[in-house]
């Protein structure tokens, strides 16, 4: 791939996938969840945060927008804090579908919404936080591809950056470094939270499996909320293949939790499509 391909792929442009090509051959297209259901209180704002604007566009568009250039079909967003709010801002894309959180029982219960919609859905879903615009659609591009590629039943993304503070760690193997597991801040001792692997929380899973393992996720944690990230450890105690893409810039993992984190967000983001701009100016001059 070309610096310009890679730069016009790293920006959501758009719309609507009926065929989805991997490893040379098509396929069904993939779904997506984003979780929105979240009330932010930390943005100091009585919007929902996921509808604070980001270089022009909710944010949560730009994560919408990121999965429907990677093929996404449906793109399911589980709302819940003024879910009615979010349901308007998004109610003409018929691509994107909305289910309800109703109790904040933690991220495998939010997916666990989307099962009515994606409990027969015969393919992969992606899973992605509704407060990280910085995905990139080349991002959720290779995560599909790889996890087709080794016959995954689930596979994530990785980052390592330098102040991991508030990300669940990559637990790995001593000796042959594959994943074992992710732990949350909140449960990890102090060995694990010197870890700079973190979940960014870029995920694709085979959707039924996906459903099933949700059933068996338990509350028995410091938070006392069903995780999302303790189905990758389930499917592997059960001998699936778990796939880890480790190659996610450190620049791109920043979600927004707070005005100071969605000032820097856009700053970045602005930089991103500046660009794109100029790539786009070249390649016409």
Partial sequence: MSESQRDQSDVPQGDDATEFVCGGGLVAPPAAVILAAGQAKR???????????VCGKPMLGWVIDACKAAGCDPVVVVVGHQGEQVREAFAD???????????????????QQAEGLLGDFAGNVIVLGGDGPLIRTSTLRALLETHAAVGAAASLA??????????????RDGES???????????????????????????????????KALGRVSNANASGEYYLTDVLAILKA???????????????????????????????LEKRLAKKNATMQEAKS
Wanted: with cysteine.
């Fill in 158 to 171: 990785t980052s390592v950056i330098a102040n991991p503070t508030g990300y669940g760690r990559i637990v």
């Fill in 177 to 211: 470094g594959e994943f074992v597991a992710i732990v949350e801040e909140k449960d990890a001792t102090e060995e694990q939270r010197g870890i700079g692997e973190i979940n960014p929380s870029y995920y694709c899973f085979e959707a039924m499996g996906l459903f």
């Fill in 43 to 53: 943005m100091q704002s009585d919007l929902v945060k996921v509808l604070h604007d």
């Fill in 93 to 111: 894309d018929p691509v994107v579908k909305f289910v309800e959180q109703t109790e904040r029982l933690g991220t495998g219960h939010a997916v």
């Fill in 238 to 268: 059960e001998g699936a293949r778990v796939n880890v893409l480790d190659t996610v810039p450190a620049a791109d993992v920043l979600s927004i939790n707070t005005p100071e984190q969605l000032a820097e967000v856009a700053g970045l």
